[in-house]
Each structure stands twice: as structure tokens, then as C-alpha cells.
């Protein structure tokens, strides 16, 4: 097991919660233990994202195997809800 910080932005106008519960499942599924959650609220984006100049802001500290990285990926790509994310080792 690895730690990763994982940076994600949620298209301001969906219903927050929803979207984290749904990333919660998709760590639950992978087998992603999350030790720490920190939102940072609505914030400007640096530049456009799917036509979207905010978004909210939201920081999970966590452990996972690392081949499992790819397969997280690919599921928070499919998330409708999440405009961008970063999976960052430390």
C-alpha cells in the first residue's frame, strides 16, 4: 500500500454530496482507504474546463495498492459529475 493525495474538482451547479458519495463507492470498490477528506468549497478554475470557470474543490489523502491507480483513474474519468483529477504520489 501506497499514500496518494487525489485532487478533484466537481462541476459546481451538480449536488456535491452526490458526486462524493459516488467517489466514496468508487474507492470502496478498489479497495482505497481514505485517512483524510478536506474540502476547499467553490473556487475559480485557472483556466476553462468543459466549458466551466468554477468548480468545487475537494482533497482525499489515502492508501492504495498502486496497480489499482489505473483502474481509480478510469473510473473517476467516467464520473459525469468530476471535471478534472489528480492522483499524486507522496
Known amino acids: 500500500m501506497r499514500k496518494y493525495e487525489i485532487i478533484t474538482i466537481f462541476q459546481e451547479g451538480t449536488d456535491v ?9 468508487i474507492f470502496e470498490r478498489n479497495s482505497v482507504q481514505v485517512s483524510s477528506e478536506e474540502d476547499w468549497g467553490v473556487r475559480k478554475l485557472p483556466h476553462l ?11 482525499s489523502n489515502c492508501e492504495m495498492d498502486p496497480a489499482k491507480v489505473k483502474d481509480v483513474t478510469h473510473e473517476i474519468l467516467i464520473q459525469q459529475s468530476i471535471l478534472h483529477h489528480m492522483v499524486k504520489a507522496l
Open 17 to 25: 454530496q452526490e458526486s462524493k458519495k459516488s467517489l466514496n463507492e
Open 49 to 59: 474546463l468543459k466549458k466551466k470557470g468554477s468548480g468545487f474543490y475537494s482533497i
